[in-house]
């Protein structure tokens, strides 16, 4: 991870030029800000971005206002742009509208089972699986939102999806601090496993339980979380 004091040196992809450089970039640091690779504190210079990027300063100001935008970064106009604190309270709605809308998804998918779907999530758990195994905690992350993607694209509502993924910036960034911690891929693992299972089996009152409780993880450790990095949060 890298820290407030030290130079920002990022390591950037090369860019597609059939693509505008801005939602490029916007992309890049959001993917860094949510891994906690540019932790809260982190002072982000449009000149020195730009440099990196190798671009103008113009689409370097348009992704850093986009990241403002969702809360990653706070702006001060003509002083700096430095990555936000993880904010609890917008955490806390993000959870409870993901909650909210994958309860309908896993009653709707448990009322009409689908063999197909059931081997797929089934398929992406022996992913994460080996995945956690190895400490890969970024891929494992970024596995563990495929397997709820399919769900969203088998539910047919694959804009949600991309609405949520909108709204969770603050609250994935959590994840990603507490999903190293002891224990907590063993739980994702198993309720990933219980709540296929539910789906599977038609039930479709188990399979919104075991999502319930799925969900609570992270926002239960909350204290945990504030406890190893104090300076992270604000509420």
Do not use: C
């Not at 206002?65 to 003509?78: A, M, S, T, Y």
């Not at 190895?134 to 769900?151: I, K, S, T």
Request: aromatic share 4%; glycine share 4%.
């Amino acid at each position: 991870m890298s820290t407030a004091t030290e130079p920002i040196t990022l390591n950037v992809p090369p860019l597609d030029r059939s693509r505008h450089a801005a939602p490029q970039v916007f992309e890049h640091l959001r993917e860094l800000i949510i891994g906690v690779r540019l932790v809260p504190g982190t002072v982000l210079q449009r000149a020195e971005l730009a440099a990196q990027y190798g671009l103008s300063q113009t689409p370097i100001r348009d992704a850093l206002i986009k990241l403002g935008e969702e809360g990653l970064v706070d702006i001060f106009p003509q002083h700096a742009t430095v990555v936000s604190a993880i904010n609890v309270t917008q955490a806390r709605q993000a959870h409870f509208l993901r909650r909210s809308i994958e309860l309908e998804i896993v009653h709707t998918l448990a009322r009409r089972t689908e063999g197909a779907l059931v081997s797929r999530l089934r398929n992406s758990i022996e992913v994460q699986r080996v995945l956690a195994g190895r400490e890969n905690y970024a891929e494992f992350v970024l596995a563990d939102q495929a397997f709820h993607r399919q769900m969203y694209e088998a539910a047919q509502v694959p804009e949600l999806w991309a609405m949520v993924r909108r709204q969770s910036g603050n609250l994935d960034r959590l994840r990603n601090l507490h999903v190293p911690l002891p224990g907590k891929t063993k739980r994702v693992l198993r309720d990933h496993a219980v709540l296929v299972d539910a789906i599977a089996a038609g039930d479709a009152e188990a399979a919104q339980a075991a999502l319930r409780e799925h969900l609570s993880g992270t926002l239960t450790h909350l204290e945990e979380i504030r406890q190893r990095f104090p300076h992270y949060l604000k509420d």
